[in-house]
């Protein structure tokens, strides 16, 4: 089940200055971010990989991504909440998939990063306990995060990053996914953060 947003899950921030170039406005010099490079729409499944994916919307920003913590082996991978560019692109509903290991994940960490140049931003605790939930993903298995909108917004001289959980229902999420990758559709398939699709409409909540 989608927990509801708090302010804090849809008020993520980080503040800079107006005027700057957007490259180094979304990447403050504070390191280098490795993306995980996102999977063929066409690629087969490979053995011995698992994979994680989402639905992403992406507007007015840089890069955004996810920090995939393996909670066995403690390395860290970062998935970008769509097409992970050259220069900004916005991004509507996007299905993103990487390949990571087989094992324990969660996502403890999110960041923002100039396209262009790589430069990553300083980086935010994930408060959303649903987002941040330990999951596991097997050899051959797809683990989709759920459905997510990032945005960059200037409010007189300040600059504010936000992502926001939206509601998706699992059967929704399965047929995005395979639809987004042929190839992958027949591997077993679980969501992290949908709503059951048995939920009759008056009890799902609003989208916010």
Request: glycine share 8%.
């Amino acid at each position: 089940m989608l927990a509801p947003a708090t302010n804090e899950d849809e008020e993520h921030m980080m503040r800079g200055f107006a005027g700057m170039g957007l490259a180094l406005l979304l990447g403050l010099l504070t390191g280098c971010a490795t993306i995980e490079p996102a999977v063929q729409t066409t690629a087969k499944p490979e053995t011995g990989m698992a994979y994680v994916a989402g639905q992403f919307s992406r507007s007015n920003s840089g890069g955004f991504a996810f920090v995939l913590q393996n909670l066995d082996s403690n390395a860290e991978y970062s998935m970008s909440l769509g097409e992970d560019g050259t220069w900004p692109k916005d991004v509507k509903d996007q299905v993103l998939a990487v390949k990571l290991p087989p094992g324990r994940y969660a996502v403890k960490q999110w960041f923002t990063y100039g396209t262009l140049t790589k430069e990553r931003s300083r980086s935010h605790a994930v408060s959303n306990t649903e987002l941040s939930r330990p999951f596991q993903v097997g050899s051959g298995s797809v683990l989709f995060l759920g459905g997510f909108s990032a945005d960059t917004v200037t409010r007189g001289n300040q600059i504010f990053w936000t992502i926001k959980p939206r509601l998706l229902k699992e059967d929704e999420a399965q047929t995005a996914f395979q639809t987004a990758y042929p190839a992958l559709a027949a591997l077993p398939f679980e969501c992290h953060m949908c709503i059951s699709p048995l939920l009759p409409p008056w009890m799902v909540p609003k989208d916010r």
